[in-house]
Structures are given as C-alpha cells and as structure tokens.
C-alpha cells in the first residue's frame, strides 16, 4: 500500500465513523421527541447520513488532509516503532541476535572494525565466539533499571565472568548502545557480562566499552525484568 492510499483509507475510515455518529444522533434525537414517526426517523437518518457518507468519501478520494489528520504527504515515508525491523547501521560489520527464552528476537549491529575511535574489535571477537560457542544459552538478565538491563554472567547475580582487556571508543552511550560491565579497574573488562541501555547515557562515555547499537527489537529490551532468560545469541 502507497502512503496515497493509505492516507485515503485513513480518511475514508474517519467518514465513515462520521456516518455511524450522524445516525446515532438522529436516533437519540428522535428517542428524545416522542412526536417523531418511525418514518420521519428513517428519511432523516438516510437523508444526514447519505450526505455525510457520500460528501466525506469524495473528499477522502482527494489529496486535501482533513484537519487533524497525521496522514504523511504523497512520498514521504512514515518512521517504524522502535525495533520492528533491523535497520542498517553505519559502521557495523558483524550482526548479533538475542534469541530470548520468553519470545522475541532483538539484534544488534557490532563494532568490529579496525578504527579506534569507533570501534572495539577484540571485544566483538571475544562476544562472538562466546556467542557461537553456546555460553549465553539460558543465561538470564540479572540487573534491570529504569535505564539499563544487564545479563550474560554465568554466575547470575553480577560476579560471575573473567577479564579481559578494556576497549574505549568515541561512540556516545545512546538508546540502545550495547556495552560490556568491568569492575573498578577501568583497564579491565568483564569477558561476558554486557548490558544495553534504555536512555541515552553520557556519563558512560568512554569509560565504557560501547561496541554495539540495537538495531530491533527495542520495544523487547525495555520490557526485560529480572530473571528473564536468554535462549540463545548468534553472531553473524
């Protein structure tokens, strides 16, 4: 469907729930004055609704919005809700997908080029083969926050995981940039826990490791509570 139809289907459905409302007013009009025929009821009721039905489809046929209409313009594009698809990401090479045990999929787009300043190679080596290898399979998200979720420790409750070496970029922790947890020493990373954030976060800004962006599925990630399983993840 064009948006030209779909503009004119949006206004053809607004008429003719202008048409059901002109005829029930004539009813609670007549239900009102006890003096109004049965057949006085029915030529009012064809004669208010034929016009309204038949003047407002004409107007739907044209390219004239109606006022209040949120019809995008012939040619333009409407935006998607957050995660319904996989969008393309400038700069990803590799793709992740979170398979969770509930339902739903939510993928992400890695960092795992060669540039410094944007992205975080070794870490998305050390994901992926963790993720292809089966080690997230059943893991469960064991910290969500009104801003954060966060799973992948084989332990559970936040202290499970090794070490491996820290990767700062210039890449902006945003709505759904995905990074990995490290301890007090800024020089290291954690080797499994990685958590994605819900709002945008400057003060993560370089000093964590941002190597990934939700790419769909963000409407799954804000509904992560705690316990939530992860099926299994795949990178490709």
């Not at 779909?6 to 003096?35: D, F, P």
Request: glycine share 14%.
């Amino acid at each position: 469907m064009t948006d030209r139809q779909g503009a004119v289907l949006w206004r053809a459905c607004k008429v003719i729930g202008g048409y059901h409302q002109v005829m029930r007013g004539t009813i609670e009009e007549a239900n009102m004055n006890s003096t109004v025929s049965g057949t006085e009821l029915i030529r009012r009721a064809t004669r208010r609704g034929g016009m309204t039905l038949v003047s407002g489809l004409l107007l739907a046929s044209c390219d004239i919005a109606l006022p209040g209409s949120d019809a995008k313009p012939s040619g333009s594009s409407a935006t998607a809700a957050p995660g319904s698809a996989p969008q393309a990401l400038a700069g990803a090479n590799k793709t992740a997908t979170i398979e969770l045990e509930k339902g739903g999929i939510i993928t992400i787009g890695l960092f795992g080029g060669n540039d410094p300043k944007t992205d975080a190679p070794s870490t998305v080596k050390n994901f992926e083969a963790k993720a292809n290898q089966g080690f997230y399979n059943g893991l469960k998200f064991h910290r969500v926050e009104d801003w954060v979720v966060q799973g992948g420790d084989p332990k559970g409750d936040g202290t499970g995981g090794g070490q491996i070496n820290s990767e700062y970029n210039e890449r902006e922790f945003r709505v759904g940039a995905v990074g990995i947890a490290r301890g007090n020493d800024p020089r290291l990373n954690n080797d499994s826990q990685f958590f994605i954030v819900k709002r945008d976060s400057p003060h993560l800004n370089k000093q964590y490791t941002n190597f990934g962006q939700v790419t769909g599925g963000l409407e799954l990630v804000v509904k992560i509570a705690i316990g939530d399983k992860i099926k299994k993840i795949t990178v490709k």
